[in-house]
């Protein structure tokens, strides 16, 4: 019987005996983050304090926070999972107003309107097993761009981990509307935050779920 290095030694050892880190765990896990954060789709935000039709807080919203929850949600996803993020951006950029603004997401979603994307093919998609899909949730559904670029790709097949903001909707329509859009999915519903959720609670939550349903 051939002897083990050390070094192979030590690593076997770590493996059965599950001292492995939760973040080193995740290394290779063939997942994408796909993010939907509105203010990135907006004109300069720098004047405005909440961005109330994405449910979130804008840098000193009034929670005083730093971080929108959205962005917080993705942040914690990254750095517990390792994967990569693929931003949703529109072409056309919605108006800082927020009537206006509102006024156009509902076009959009009464009409199902298709939307323009600056890339709208997801690069590398079939490689990854995992999708984390983080989103506001508009009238208690998905927003339109989100609804178009899931409807433009190929999600058979994977798992689409679905993490929300809201304003007092819970998840609404979502699950639905993704298995609408994309046949062959699996949809796990993951967690809801109310807009204006403290940053450290969300990343917490955010944690803690991953690392109990990681797989």
Known sequence: MRKLSTGLLVLLIIMTTGILSPVS???????????????KNMGNTKKLSIDALSSATVYSGPTGEKKST????RD????????????????KAYSTDYEKTVQRADEEIDRNKNIKFKTGKI????????????TPIWHGDLPQPVRVLL???DFSGKTIV???????????????SIREECPGAAVVKARAFYGD????AVKKKVRNWIRKNRK
């Open 197 to 200: 959720a403290k940053n450290n």
């Open 25 to 39: 765990a995740a290394a290779a896990e063939k997942s994408l983050i796909i993010s939907y954060d509105h203010r």
């Open 76 to 91: 914690t996803i990254k750095s517990e999972t390792k994967s990569k993020v693929f931003e949703i951006r529109v072409k």
């Open 123 to 134: 690069p590398g998609l079939k490689k990854y097993k995992k999708i984390y899909l983080v």
């Open 70 to 73: 959205e962005q917080v949600i």
């Open 151 to 153: 409807r433009n790709n």
């Open 162 to 176: 679905l993490f929300g903001v809201n304003l007092g909707s819970g998840f609404g329509s979502m699950v639905r």
